[in-house]
């Protein structure tokens, strides 16, 4: 900050930078527009400025002559934005843990209070229905649709509460001054996990407190690791083994109809795979007439050996494909959008094909009575087709055998909804789960998309007043 001398002008010192005022910039100037100390502020402004502010009558003297503008140099306007992107960022750091802290009492308060979203007795009527753990669950996805946030996210600041609020005071007065930023909370609290006793997290609290205002977010990550391996007294292979349950895949769809592999899992293991890719691409660069990059070669491999391209066990999913007519436009249901070549190559590989004309509802029996409770072929079929080219409804359904959609009767069937597809939805299983088991309510809009409504009083898609 600048002190209170330093940001005294005279009008008869030279100004600094060459006497240069930076307002002669047209992008200097609307930023700093209407400032009493801008360079080309008519001195009738800069006065006015001042006695809107105070009572004239106490202290204006009317004789006095009107102030006289003051060129101010670049260095002094740098200095104000530079004082205001600091005094920003505590502000931002402030309100940041204020969003976090009343995530955390939501949560606090659903725990205590499950009726709100449980119906009474479902633990008792639906087999492994426990009130809390629901409870928890849809309080997490009402969060996330008031905040646009994923229900992870949401999960995840609510921990970072709970960590704060009963195991390290000290970061947490430095969050809530605004000190910290949450990145920084957020390291201290990832590697906080497994320090053996009390005492291990307050002088984990203390170390890191005492430096957490003077170093970047990086830094700070890397200081928390370290410090949690000297005071945690869990080996590091009861550690690994226990991080060892959580391996898993994960797709992660990208632009421009590519996607990402991604595998957690022990690093020897990750290791030995990429050596073995790296030693089979160098070995195909050397392939008279290669032109792919060790990277691709590297990816292509990959892909190979995980397909099983021309061997029997090759892979069999019947992923969908939607392909206009004149072959400019393709789209992986359930993924996104993929170049006409990829849609090619799908094509020729494809056991079967299914045209759908311009009427696809009369070939198929899509309404049936309230005896059949499973839907038919036809209708999982249709479905995939309808919420597959919606983009609305994305967030909550799952269309297509291939990403585990589980067919959920808007109008439960036991209270006599009907099987067909006006009353159908491939919801994600979790949100399967949810809307049968509490209060949540998920339904399909005509125009497309999901019309969302908690008894909290959120609505997605309320009705005009």
């Not at 005294?8 to 060459?18: E, F, N, T, V, Y």
């Not at 105070?54 to 006289?68: G, I, K, R, V």
């Not at 597959?388 to 067919?407: K, M």
């Not at 979790?430 to 008894?455: A, Q, Y």
């Amino acid at each position: 900050m600048t002190s209170g001398a330093e940001s005294r002008l005279s009008a008869d010192a030279p100004s600094r930078a060459d006497d240069v005022s930076p307002v002669a910039d047209p992008l200097v100037a609307d930023a700093f527009e209407g400032h009493p100390f801008a360079a080309d502020q008519p001195a009738d402004d800069a006065s006015d400025i001042w006695a809107d502010e105070c009572d004239e009558s106490d202290w204006l003297d009317a004789e006095l002559p009107p102030a006289e503008a003051v060129p101010v140099s670049a260095e002094i306007f740098l200095g104000w934005a530079l004082d205001d992107a600091v005094a920003t960022q505590v502000v931002l750091n402030m309100q940041a843990a204020r969003q976090l802290f009343a995530i955390t009492r939501a949560f606090r308060t659903a725990r205590a209070n499950p009726l709100i979203y449980v119906p009474a007795a479902a633990a008792e009527r639906i087999p492994g229905v426990q009130d809390v753990d629901f409870a928890e669950r849809s309080v997490a996805f009402d969060l996330a649709q008031r905040l646009k946030l994923s229900e992870n996210m949401v999960r995840d600041l609510a921990y970072q509460g709970d960590v704060l609020d009963t195991s390290l005071p000290r970061l947490r007065a430095l969050f809530v001054s605004g000190a910290i930023s949450q990145a920084h909370v957020r390291a201290a609290v990832d590697a906080c996990n497994g320090l053996p006793d009390d005492a291990a997290t307050a002088a984990y609290d203390e170390k890191l407190a005492a430096v957490a205002t003077s170093v970047p977010v990086g830094q700070f990550r890397s200081r928390c690791r370290r410090l949690r391996e000297r005071l945690c007294a869990e080996t590091l292979q009861e550690r690994h083994d226990r991080a060892a349950k959580l391996r898993r895949v994960v797709v992660e769809p990208a632009e421009d109809g590519m996607a990402w592999l991604h595998a957690f899992a022990p690093l020897v293991d990750i290791v030995r795979a990429d050596a073995r890719l790296t030693a089979t691409a160098q070995s195909m660069k050397h392939r008279e007439g290669e032109t792919r990059t060790r990277d691709q070669l590297k990816a292509d491999a990959l892909l190979a050996w995980l397909t099983g391209d021309g061997t029997p066990s090759a892979a069999t999913a019947h992923p969908t494909v939607i392909v206009d007519d004149g072959g400019r436009f393709a789209e992986l249901l359930g993924y996104g959008p993929i170049p006409p070549n990829a849609a090619a190559r799908a094509l020729r590989d494809a056991p079967a094909f299914r045209k759908v004309i311009a009427d696809p509802i009369r070939p198929a029996r899509l309404k049936l009575d309230t005896t059949r409770y499973r839907p038919t072929a036809e209708q999982r079929h249709w479905l995939t087709l309808r919420y597959g080219l919606d983009d609305a409804a994305a967030p909550y359904v799952a269309p297509g055998l291939t990403t585990g959609g589980e067919v959920d009767h808007v109008a439960e069937w036991q209270h006599g909804g009907t099987t067909d597809v006006d009353n159908l939805l491939p919801l994600k299983p979790r949100l399967h789960r949810l809307k049968s088991v509490t209060r949540i309510r998920l339904d399909p809009k005509p125009d497309g998309g999901i019309r969302v409504r908690t008894p909290t009083g959120y609505d997605s898609d309320p009705p005009p007043f």
